[in-house]
């Protein structure tokens, strides 16, 4: 969606950060949220980054995952804001990435 109709606009003008601003003729088809600490989603109350919550709170995601992921999430969290449907996308794992491709290149590069 483009402009202020794009909820991935929305949430980024939310943030705060150096000179970002919602163009109305421009499409944001999505946005990334998580605990990479090249660039954390943040907690616009405190500043505090996800990574930092997740960390000093390791019941947001349970003592099994917390314990096998190092007390980071283990997945990227993707708000899409678009025009129309899109079908599904699931990456495999390697075994599978290779099956897929071995049965079918065209479609499985």
């Keep these: 969606k483009k402009g202020n109709d794009s909820a991935a606009a929305k949430y980024a003008a939310a943030t705060p950060s150096d000179g970002f601003s919602i163009q109305e ?25 996800l990574l930092d919550l997740v960390a000093d709170n390791k019941a947001l995601m349970g ?19 678009i025009q129309k449907a899109l079908s599904i996308q699931a990456h ?8 897929l491709h071995a049965q079918d ?4 590069p």
């Design 63 to 81: 003592h099994d995952v917390s314990h096998k992921y190092s007390s980071k999430l283990p997945f990227l969290f993707k708000v899409l804001s």
């Design 25 to 49: 003729d421009k499409p944001y088809a999505e946005l990334w949220m998580g605990t990479h600490p090249s660039l954390p989603s943040k907690d616009l109350e405190t500043g505090r980054s």
């Design 105 to 108: 290149p065209k479609n499985y």
């Design 92 to 99: 495999p794992n390697k075994k599978l990435a290779e099956k």
